[in-house]
């Protein structure tokens, strides 16, 4: 699975962004997917995740919860996160990921298989 995130820029707090991410490669379907972040001099965090299939279940970072949404579109191949009331702390270079096929939404970064190169999001204050 080759991944290709894009939709980063610079944004004033309290903006939006979209991140999109296709996949290529294999059924994109069949892969859990997630995002996450990581500030300069930070560990990669993450940010939100997706279900296998079209169930859509979702979990999300505490810190996103009610402002940043995750979504896919199997015919597509791509996932989104939708991000509003962007706060300067939510600065950071974004990935994409994918988990392993069938697999269940995992929070660890070390069970992604698959990523994508990142997209840089700066919100400014």
């Known amino acids: 699975v080759q991944l290709q995130a894009s939709g980063g820029g610079l944004v004033q707090a309290g903006g939006s962004l979209r991140l999109s991410c296709v996949a290529s490669g294999r059924t994109f379907s069949a892969y859990p997917m997630g995002w996450f972040r990581q500030a300069p001099g930070k560990e990669r965090d993450f940010v939100a995740g997706?279900?296998?299939?079209?169930?859509?279940?979702?979990v999300y970072a505490d810190s996103v919860k009610g402002r940043f949404t995750i979504s896919r579109d199997n015919a597509k191949n791509t996932v989104y996160l939708q991000m509003n009331s962007l706060k300067p702390e939510d600065t950071a270079v974004y990935y994409c990921?994918?988990?392993?096929?069938?697999?269940?939404?995992?929070?660890?970064?070390?069970?992604?298989?698959?990523w994508g190169q990142g997209t840089l999001v700066t919100v400014s204050s």
């Open positions: 990921a994918a988990a392993g096929a069938f697999s269940r939404i995992v929070r660890a970064s070390g069970t992604y298989i698959y």
């Open positions: 997706i279900s296998w299939g079209y169930e859509n279940n979702t």
